[in-house]
């Protein structure tokens, strides 16, 4: 069966480009104007923008969220990871560097000098905590993958910082993590390049 032919009209495209210029307009319009009204005080009850104004902004997320790692400290607050690598084999992304080394306690085996975790290769599949045999990494953080950065290196995550996860999570919990990625973010914002 032969397609219905566009009519003249219809094939100058000119209503649809009319249409989506009309929504285009409002809708920058009507946010200058209420960002406008938000520089002075007013209209605060109204949002100014439709999407959610994610790192200061955010949604509640399900209990089954995995948004970053942390690795997970003994009671003494040392790293309870032993450097065995069984994470880094089953890691798909081949983003987990570790560097091990000899512990000074005899009862130890091993401990990792280095610990890293290239976010950028990171795919969040979880098949790293799944595959540690003694709990030493988690991703039950609520923390959103690092968002902003001028160098690669702002997201590779040493182990230092993967550790302060864990004694925030235990010291002043879940929440503070976020408001600690926010201060980071903002500082972030006011001096330029993020250094960790
Ligand atoms: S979540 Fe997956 S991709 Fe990311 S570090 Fe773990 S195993 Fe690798
Ligand atoms: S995090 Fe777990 S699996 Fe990975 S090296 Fe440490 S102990 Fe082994």
Not at 18 to 33: C, D, E, K, P, W
Not at 146 to 154: I, K, L, N, P, S
Request: proline content about 7%.
């Amino acid at each position: 069966m032969e397609p219905p032919r566009l009519t003249f009209a219809e094939r100058l495209y000119l209503p649809q480009v009319m249409q989506g210029i009309r929504v285009t307009t409002g809708h920058f319009v009507r946010n200058l104007a209420l960002h406008t009204l938000h520089l002075f005080g007013l209209a605060k009850d109204r949002r100014a923008a439709v999407t959610v104004q994610y790192p200061e902004e955010r949604k509640t997320y399900s209990e089954g969220f995995r948004g970053a790692h942390r690795l997970t400290l003994k009671p003494d607050g040392s790293v309870r990871c032993t450097a065995c690598f069984l994470c880094a084999t089953a890691c798909p992304a081949k983003c987990i560097n570790i560097e091990a080394g000899e512990h000074p306690d005899p009862e130890v085996e091993k401990y990792p000098v280095r610990y890293e975790i290239d976010t950028l290769q990171c795919i969040y599949c979880g098949m790293c905590v799944e595959a540690c045999p003694c709990d030493a990494i988690r991703m039950d953080t609520f923390v959103h993958p690092r968002v902003w950065g001028y160098r690669r290196e702002d997201f590779i995550e040493p182990k230092t910082l993967l550790m302060e996860r864990s004694l925030v999570l235990q010291e002043r919990g879940r929440e503070a993590l976020m408001e600690d990625m926010l201060r980071d973010y903002e500082a972030g914002q006011s001096t330029g390049p993020a250094v960790r």
